[in-house]
């Protein structure tokens, strides 16, 4: 006879689902915006993109008990955060410009190996030989995408990863002000001074989107709202450690977008680079879970 599920197990599936469904929404989003970025100003993508991203925003504070749930008490740092939350997405999008989705999506999986690198300077953190063994792998894959020949070389996927280093520096942000401050509030926050950021960048350039593009963007915005709030959801139902490595499924959903809407196919430099990415950052998270045990 079959057991019950127990409260842990569904938890679990539940972070697990919310990590997929998040970046599959990610991925559409980055998708979406690809699409725009040779035709838009990056500043305007990211005013438009982001009102429309209150659309979710209301929801989810609605379903927090209202408008109160948006208060944020540590103002210093959610604009820190803020600041960092602009900083990346202003480079990210640039670099869809320059990137195939596929490449551009590989890259932001440095993310476990900058944190790891960054832990004893920024967290107080030990780290032993085995995980600096895994730093140094991932670092090797990323030079494999960029690519080091002289015919090859690619130095456009720098800018997808220091616009990871920006998202490492928000997400360790995140982690400290977590305790006092909502997911809903922190994420409004956030959107607003992209939203403030992309109108002062105007003057430098505006274009009247069409029809066909103003449902893009209300799109983009929509997905991306919805996807940060599954990921946060994600955090809240599972552990880190449990839930993190979904997100290299990612790459899959970026390849497939990739292939059926612009055509492109990531190259063997690519697929190699980003095989020892994910193998180090498989095995930093793994380190993390022994070391919590």
């Known amino acids: 006879m079959r057991r019950p599920a127990t409260t842990g197990s569904i938890s679990t599936t539940g972070g697990i689902a919310c990590i997929m469904m998040g970046g599959f929404f990610l991925t559409t989003n980055d998708a979406a915006l690809k699409w725009l970025t040779g035709s838009y100003p990056v500043g305007e993508i990211m005013a438009l993109r982001g009102i429309?991203?209150?659309?979710?925003?209301?929801?989810?504070?609605?379903?927090?008990?209202?408008?109160h749930s948006l208060k944020v008490n540590h103002w210093h740092a959610q604009s820190a955060r803020a600041l960092f939350f602009v900083a990346s997405s202003f480079i990210w999008v640039f670099g869809l410009i320059y990137l195939p989705l596929a490449d551009a999506m590989?890259?932001?999986?440095?993310?476990?190996?900058?944190?790891?690198?960054?832990?004893?300077?920024?967290?107080?953190?030990?780290?032993?030989?085995?995980?600096?063994?895994?730093?140094?792998?991932?670092?090797?894959?990323?030079?494999?995408?960029?690519?080091?020949?002289?015919?090859?070389?690619?130095?456009?996927?720098?800018l997808p990863i220091v616009s990871v280093m920006g998202g490492v520096a928000r997400d360790i942000i995140t982690r400290r002000i977590s305790s006092s401050e909502s997911s809903v509030g922190t994420l409004a926050f956030t959107t607003t001074?992209?939203?403030?950021?992309?109108?002062?960048?105007?003057?430098?350039?505006?274009?009247?989107?069409?029809?066909?593009?103003?449902?893009?963007?209300?799109?983009?915005?929509?997905?991306?709202?919805?996807?940060?709030?599954?990921?946060?959801?994600?955090?809240?139902?599972?552990?880190?450690?449990?839930?993190?490595?979904?997100?290299?499924?990612?790459?899959?959903?970026?390849?497939?977008?990739?292939?059926?809407?612009?055509?492109?196919?990531?190259?063997?430099?690519?697929?190699?680079?980003?095989?020892?990415v994910i193998i180090s950052g498989l095995y930093i998270m793994h380190r993390e879970s022994v070391r919590r045990r």
């Open 106 to 158: 590989a890259a932001t999986f440095t993310g476990p190996i900058l944190i790891t690198a960054l832990a004893p300077f920024l967290l107080g953190e030990h780290v032993g030989w085995r995980r600096w063994t895994a730093v140094v792998i991932g670092f090797s894959g990323v030079l494999l995408m960029i690519k080091p020949t002289t015919s090859g070389l690619h130095l456009a996927i720098l």
């Open 52 to 67: 429309f991203a209150f659309l979710p925003i209301a929801v989810f504070a609605w379903r927090a008990g209202g408008w």
């Open 193 to 276: 001074a992209a939203i403030v950021f992309g109108f002062v960048t105007l003057p430098f350039g505006w274009v009247t989107p069409s029809a066909h593009d103003w449902l893009i963007l209300a799109l983009s915005g929509v997905l991306m709202g919805t996807a940060h709030f599954l990921y946060i959801e994600a955090l809240r139902l599972a552990e880190a450690v449990i839930v993190m490595p979904f997100k290299y499924f990612n790459m899959v959903w970026a390849v497939a977008l990739g292939f059926m809407i612009f055509g492109d196919l990531p190259d063997a430099w690519i697929l190699s680079g980003t095989l020892l």
